[in-house]
DNA sequence: TTATTGAATGATTTATTGATCGTTCACTCC
DNA sequence: GGAGTGAACGATCAATAAATCATTCAATAA
C-alpha cells in the first residue's frame, strides 16, 4: 500500500524535525500529529507508538551508515586491513558527527538501547557481519589467518567498544580519540596479520 | 600522631560496614559518628567530608588490589604474555567479586569517580605503571619490540576497557567474559609480540 | 467498510512542600 | 588549650499533589 508508506514518511519526517531539535522527552504525539494535521490517535495507524516512530528514525540513520561502511568494505582499492582501518575510523567519526550536529540525538540512541535493545543488538549484529566480510576476504588474500572469523569480529568490536560508545568519550577530542583509535588498531591489525610467509612463497 | 591514625582507622571501619550493607546514600554521618561512640561534627576533625571517608575505603581496597597485581606483574615463574594474560583475568575477577560479595560497592566506585575523577584516574594511572613494568621486562627479554611502552600500555587498556567497566557487562556471564577477555588477549598478545627471531640467533 | 477524530484513561512527569542530612561553629569539658 | 559536642543552616532528598502526555476506543465522516 502506498499511501501507508508515503503517510509513514511525512510522518518520520515530521518526528525527525522535532526530535532531533527538542529531544525525545519533549516531543508530544500531539506536536508530531499536528504538525502532519492529523489527530493524535491516527498516529497510531500508522506506528504502534512513540518509540517505533524514534525507532524508524534511528533505522533511517542506521541504513545511511551501514551503505558506508559497506562501501568501504567492499571497496577494491583497499587492502584488508585499510579495511578494517577505514571501517573503524569512519564509524567513530559518524557517531562523533551526529553527535556534534545534535546532541539531541544522544538522548535518542539512549532511550532505543534501553527501550529496544534488540533493535541496538541488531545494529552491531550487521556491523559484525561487515567485518566477518572483510576477514574472510582476508583470509583467502592469506593476509589473515583467522579460524573463526565470526569470534575475532565480536573480540574486534569488543576491544574498540570504546570509540563507538560517547559515554566513554570523557572529554576527549576527536583528535586524541583519532590517535587512541589508531594506536589500538596497530595493536589488532598485527594481531590478525598473517606472520607466515604467503603460501605461494613457500 | 598515632591516636589520629587509630581513630581514622575506627571510623573506616564502621563506615565500611555500613557502607557496604546499606549503601553511601543511605548511611549517614550521624550513623557513622554514633557506631563510634562520637559526635557527627566530631568526624570532621579526622575526615574533611563523607566522600574523603569513602575515598579512604575505596583506597584501601584499590591498595589491596594493586599489590595482588604487583605480585603477578614480578612474578619470576610467568613469562611476558602470561604475565599480562594473569594481570588482566585477576583484575576482571576482583571487580567481579566485588560485585558479587556486595552490590553496594558499585554505587560506591559511581560516586567516586563522578566526585573524585582524580582519584580514579590515579587507580588507572597506577595499573598502567605496573602494565609498563611488564613491556619493559618484556622488550628486555625479546618478548616484545614496543617503542613506546607507555602509549602502548594506555592502547591495552583502551582495548580492554569494557572488563573493567561492570556497567557494560551486559548480563554476561562470568563464563562468558572469561571467553571474550580471552579471545581479545589472543589478538593483543599476538599484536605486541615481537615476531622477528630473536637477536642472539641472527 | 475504512479512515479519522478527540475525549477518556491511566501512566509518567513536573511542581511543591516537608523532612532529612552533611557541614559548620560557638561553646563545653577535661 | 586541644578534644569533643550538638544546635543551627543550607542543600539535598522524599512524598504528595497537580499537570501533562501516550495510548485507547467509541463515535463520526468519507
Not at 502506498?2 to 506536536?31: F, N, P, Q, V, W
Not at 534488540?118 to 557481519?129: E, L, P, Y
Not at 576527536?174 to 604467503?198: F, M, Q, Y
Amino acid at each position: 500500500m502506498l499511501c501507508k508508506d508515503t503517510m509513514r514518511d511525512t510522518i518520520i519526517s515530521a518526528a525527525m524535525e522535532r526530535l532531533l531539535h527538542y529531544g525525545y522527552a519533549k516531543t508530544t504525539m500531539a506536536e508530531i500529529a499536528c504538525d502532519c494535521n492529523m489527530s493524535p490517535g491516527n498516529l497510531y495507524r500508522y506506528f504502534s507508538g512513540k518509540i517505533d516512530i524514534a525507532l524508524a528514525i534511528a533505522e533511517r540513520h542506521g541504513e545511511e551508515l551501514f551503505v558506508h561502511l559497506r562501501e568501504i568494505v567492499r571497496d577494491k582499492t583497499l587492502s584488508s586491513s585499510q579495511k578494517i582501518r577505514a571501517f573503524f575510523s569512519a564509524y567513530m567519526h559518524d557517531t562523533y558527527d551526529k553527535l556534534e550536529n545534535d546532541p539531541r540525538i544522544y538522548e535518542l540512541a539512549q532511550i532505543i538501547s534501553k527501550e529496544r535493545p534488540d533493535f541496538a543488538n541488531g545494529q552491531i549484529a550487521k556491523k559484525r557481519a561487515l567485518l566477518v566480510e572483510v576477514l574472510s576476504a582476508g583470509n583467502a588474500a592469506g593476509d589473515f589467518n583467522i579460524p573463526d572469523v565470526v569470534f575475532t569480529a565480536e573480540m574486534m568490536q569488543s576491544a574498540l567498544l570504546k570509540f563507538s560508545y560517547p559515554q566513554l568519550w570523557t572529554r576527549l577530542t576527536i583528535d586524541k580519540l583519532e590517535r587512541e583509535l589508531d594506536g589500538v588498531l596497530d595493536i589488532i591489525v598485527a594481531g590478525i596479520t598473517n606472520t607466515k610467509k604467503s603460501p605461494d612463497a613457500a
